[in-house]
């Protein structure tokens, strides 16, 4: 069965109201969760396991900090989870991060700014933020998935569902409310990420 935008129409703010409206989704292929948090300059023995409902609810609770983040492993892949936050959606950051593996995240902001960002390698294959259109010309692996996505009109279409699709492309990671809230987060506040040279 091919995946539609419509399959994540159960991403929304009934459902999940402190996340929808502003969060980041970023996948890294090949770490663990305290390797990512090492990777951005943290301390993995200063987070600590949560649920997703801990990991939420201490975010909005932590004075709004927006460097909070929980991680979890799904598959070969870890999962970072950002209620209102943005390390995900650096360019620095991310293309750091995707250093010798592959990086895919997804944003949104309070005022509904999208940024879709896939990095292969620290290098970024392709970009997509807000109305701005595509950084480039479309990578041939994701071809086919866009013209789907936008049936050649050279934009995403309002709303998540395209970013969570293309990240299920990207990842082969097909996210589930049931997957986001039943996993266990390593959780904690990164307060001044660090960029580590390319190695």
């Known amino acids: 069965m091919i995946a539609t935008p419509g399959d994540y129409a159960w ?21 663990t969760p305290g390797q990512l948090v090492v990777r951005l300059g943290g301390r993995p023995e200063d987070f600590t396991p949560m649920t997703f409902d801990e990991l939420v609810g201490t975010r909005y609770g932590n004075g709004y900090d927006t460097a909070f983040l929980g991680a979890a492993t799904i598959g070969d892949w870890v999962f970072m989870v950002e209620p209102n936050g943005g390390l995900g959606a650096d360019e620095e950051i991310i293309t750091s991060l995707s250093a010798g593996t592959r990086l895919v995240s997804h944003f949104r902001d309070v005022e509904g ?10 290098e970024i294959r392709f970009c997509f933020i807000a109305d701005e259109g595509y950084s480039e010309e479309v990578p041939e692996e994701v071809v086919e998935i866009m013209r789907r996505i936008d049936a050649g009109h050279g934009h995403l279409p309002p709303g998540d569902g395209p970013a969570f699709l293309l990240a299920e492309h990207l990842t082969g990671v097909t996210l589930t409310p049931e997957l986001l809230e039943g996993s266990t987060y390593l959780c904690g506040v990164i307060p001044e990420p660090i960029i580590p040279e390319p190695r």
């Open 113 to 122: 700014v999208e940024y879709f960002y896939w990095s292969e390698d620290g």
């Open 11 to 31: 991403f929304s703010y009934e459902r999940f109201p402190e996340l929808a409206e502003a969060y980041c989704f970023t996948y890294v292929r090949g770490l």
